[in-house]
């Protein structure tokens, strides 16, 4: 699967058009992680985010520790390093490779220049992040 193709099928990406995408597309690079290989760790500042293209990861609240626990599962489109990205704060959770997993990756300065530059991009990722936050508050609230 090509780069514009892998970030078409991103529901953070889906709804840009094709300049855009092509944008994206020109940032991105390709990383292929083996099963277990860890692609983000836990607390470490954010220097870039991820589509997966292909495979599965897993994100993981204290990873390697005891009691560590898988808190979702990442397939096929879905992204994720967003949030430190924009924020400034460490990674929230670490990310391994579920098996054999192929990203998309845009470092965080490609990132934030697609961003700042195309208005289009930056109001795709308004509503996704939303949504991820109504999704907490709906786990944590009653």
Do not use: Y
Not at 58 to 72: D, I, P, T, W, Y
Not at 98 to 104: F, I, S, V, W, Y
Request: glycine share 10%.
């Amino acid at each position: 699967m090509d780069a514009k193709e892998a970030l078409a099928k991103s529901s953070i990406f889906s709804a840009l058009e094709r300049d855009s995408l092509d944008a994206l597309a020109r940032a991105a690079t390709v990383r292929r992680f083996a099963p277990g290989e860890l692609l983000v760790k836990e607390g470490d500042e954010a220097v870039a985010f991820f589509v997966v293209c292909d495979g599965q990861a897993e994100a993981v609240k204290g990873l390697g520790q005891e009691g560590e626990r898988v808190v979702g599962t990442l397939n096929q489109g879905d992204f994720f390093g967003e949030m430190a990205l924009l924020d400034g704060f460490p990674r929230a959770t670490g990310v391994r490779a579920a098996g054999d997993c192929e990203c998309l990756v845009l470092t965080r300065w490609d990132f934030l220049g697609v961003v700042r530059s195309n208005i289009e991009v930056a109001l795709a990722i308004l509503p996704v992040l939303s949504r991820r936050l109504r999704n907490c508050e709906d786990q944590l609230l009653p």
